[in-house]
Nanobody, 117 residues
């Protein structure tokens, strides 16, 4: 099983990025999928989650700016990030949550997002 995250980079405040997380060896549509981030010196925190029903949930700090979505045909989950702020600077990780049929949680390798002021 592998989750390949990509799309990070350097962007100015107010700019946008779209992160992608492609699953291999796993059917992402069968699980809730999430994006987490970890800033230097801080704990990893949940950014957004999309459930198998399509329902989404966001951290208060990103509500109205970030959008999580999935393309089941591509086995891919996205995180559209708009109006980025310097506080959004972190390594972003995608995660496949456990499911009733599969207890193992999987993490992607992380992609760096840097927002300059």
């Amino acid at each position: 099983v592998q989750l390949q995250a990509s799309g990070g980079g350097l962007v100015q405040a107010g700019g946008s990025l779209r992160l992608s997380c492609v699953g291999s060896g796993i059917i992402t549509s069968s699980r809730s999928m999430a994006w987490y981030r970890q800033a230097r010196g801080k704990e990893r925190e949940l950014v957004a989650r999309i459930f198998t029903t399509g329902t989404t949930d966001y951290a208060d700090s990103v509500k109205g700016r970030f959008t999580i979505s999935r393309d089941n045909a591509k086995n891919t989950v996205y995180l559209q990030m708009d109006n980025l702020k310097p506080d959004d600077t972190a390594v972003y990780y995608c995660r496949a949550d456990s499911s009733p049929r599969a207890a193992t949680i999987y993490w992607g390798q992380g992609t760096q997002v840097t927002v300059s002021s």
